[in-house]
């Protein structure tokens, strides 16, 4: 005999082996020991949450000889033809292929005849949100008044697409997602029918992936025993045949991105890339983790809601101690708009690689909550002293020691030096044009910066600490700088930062070089471009 799938294999049979749909399953059997049974009932639900077995279970139900508290007995003639499929009382539809209106010109030929055997001709049409509009139509006066001996079950993931016309005719029940707890409960009641070992762990991961859908998590846990057959599947089985990652290197990799260091984030992918793991599901499981962080940052006492061991939410509560709640919104926003990008493209890495780094580097998103995080760094920055990037984690001490340790302009007299370079000339008369094409928030930091020559060099003197601490952070800010300023003046000039506290007047310790030589200050707006 051919293997059958688990799912198949465990499909409930009566109402008191369906799991998660308690609040369907009390109605429908009082319904049936009642003998209230309504004409037209709407199954809403997401995939894999039972609406087909259920709609089977009432079939039977409804139809059985020997009913036991509202549950078909399994034993007569009837419970037995509708399991096998081979009764004329129930007929299952697929609109998803079958939505035109000859067929439910067909529906509505079989629905004259009354049934051979049995009360009720359950007719079940499943995804029937797939009808067309004039198949609906053609439905409608049926659905209202069928004969006494006809029940409908329409079954759909989604609802909205149902006009409200036949909404109005159904019961409608919506299906709810199955728990965690429920799913790991059936799984481990089907590995030991089975004889087959799995940890909690692994049940744990499995009753995740499959977000809510039971079916879903006998089909993992079907191809996890496959894979190891007659072995204990274990939580690095599970995640070796799913192609998933260890919550471990989630931790690593966060870490990673509130340091800004890109080289390690994307060590951390390569690292993920070259393990074979399967990069939607890498994703898929960081949007999730970067979920649970969360819901941790926003409530105590969450593990019910988590379904974590207490020592892994005491570590996500240890990492969620440093990122504020705006930047994890926008960290599940970027990874959001990214698992929807990857799913269809042939250059996964790529742009998972690009959207890490937009995670490290704020100032790459223009999105408004990148932009509130970037301003949170430099409100922070300023509350500490003006402390920015790196040295937001350094305390207001060690902050004070930097913009002490600055180069501070040297000590010159009033008037201008009897030479000046005709470089350097040359790029203080460009130096706004230059500004203005750093772009980005540069622009405003080198606003109201003063120029000063110092020996053969070019030094930009800042007069606000945190403009001066990201440019002091960031080498390749100036580097960028000096790349302009060859571009423009065709020569290449080292160019100095230093700071200015404003303990004395500027120009008592230095020339302001803007004034001294004719600045060329026509700057087209990039409003205007």
């Excluded at 039972?50 to 078909?72: L, M, Q, W, Y």
């Excluded at 509009?133 to 006066?141: E, H, P």
Aim: net charge negative.
């Amino acid at each position: 005999m051919s293997y059958t799938a688990l799912y198949r294999k465990f499909r409930p049979r009566t109402f008191d082996e369906v799991k998660g749909q308690d609040h369907i399953v009390k109605s429908l059997k009082n319904q049936v020991k009642a003998n209230r049974i309504g004409h037209a009932y709407l199954f809403c639900g997401t995939r894999g949450t039972g609406k087909t077995s259920i709609a089977k279970i009432f079939a039977r139900a409804v139809n059985c000889e020997h009913a036991e508290d509202g549950n078909p007995c399994m034993n007569c003639a009837s419970c037995n033809s509708i399991l096998e499929g081979s009764s004329m009382n129930v007929i299952e539809i697929d609109a998803a292929s079958n939505n035109g209106v000859d067929n439910v010109r067909d529906i509505i030929e079989q629905v004259k005849y009354p049934p051979t055997e049995g009360r009720y001709k359950v007719f079940i049409i499943d995804e029937v949100h797939m009808l067309s509009t004039g198949a609906f139509n053609a439905l409608l006066k049926t659905l209202e008044e069928p004969p006494s001996y006809v029940i409908f079950i329409l079954a759909t993931t989604e609802v909205h697409k149902i006009p409200i016309t036949v909404l109005s005719r159904c019961q409608q029940y919506d299906f709810h997602r199955i728990t965690i707890d429920d799913m790991k409960a059936r799984m481990r009641e089907l590995m030991e029918i089975e004889n087959n070992k799995i940890t909690d762990e692994a049940l744990s991961y499995i009753a995740k992936a499959a977000d809510g859908s039971m079916r879903d998590a006998l089909s993992l846990l079907d191809q996890c025993m496959a894979f190891f057959m007659d072995e204990e599947v274990t939580l690095d089985k599970v995640l070796s045949v799913l192609g998933a990652v260890d919550q471990e290197i989630f931790t690593r990799l966060l870490t990673a991105m509130e340091e800004k260091d890109v080289k390690t984030t994307l060590g951390i992918v390569e690292e993920v890339v070259m393990s074979g793991r399967s990069l939607p599901q890498f994703v898929s499981d960081f949007t999730w983790y970067m979920r649970n962080l969360l819901l941790i940052k926003s409530a105590d006492n969450m593990e019910k809601v988590l379904d974590m061991s207490t020592e892994t939410i005491e570590g996500m509560r240890t990492a969620a101690q440093d990122v504020s709640m705006q930047k994890v919104i926008r960290y599940i926003r970027i990874l959001s708009e990214l698992l929807n990008e990857i799913r269809y493209s042939g250059q996964k890495r790529i742009l998972i690689e690009v959207a890490f780094i937009k995670l490290c580097r704020p100032r790459m998103d223009n999105n408004i909550d990148s932009l509130i995080d970037r301003i949170n760094t430099l409100e922070q920055s300023i509350s500490f002293g003006g402390v920015v990037s790196k040295t937001i984690a350094e305390g207001s001490e060690a902050v004070q020691a930097k913009i002490d340790a600055a180069p501070k302009p040297a000590m010159r007299p009033k008037e201008l030096p009897k030479a000046i370079p005709e470089d350097i000339k040359e790029a203080v008369k460009h130096f706004k044009e230059i500004a203005t094409e750093m772009g980005g928030i540069d622009k405003g930091l080198l606003d109201d910066v003063k120029l000063n020559l110092n020996g053969e060099k070019l030094q930009i003197v800042f007069t606000n600490s945190v403009a001066y601490s990201m440019y002091d952070d960031e080498p390749d800010r100036v580097s960028r700088l000096e790349d302009l300023i060859a571009e423009r003046i065709g020569k290449r000039i080292e160019v100095e930062i230093a700071y200015h506290n404003g303990d004395t007047p500027y120009e008592q310790e230095h020339v302001d070089l803007s004034k001294f030589i004719n600045m060329k200050i026509d700057v087209e707006d990039d409003d205007d471009i």
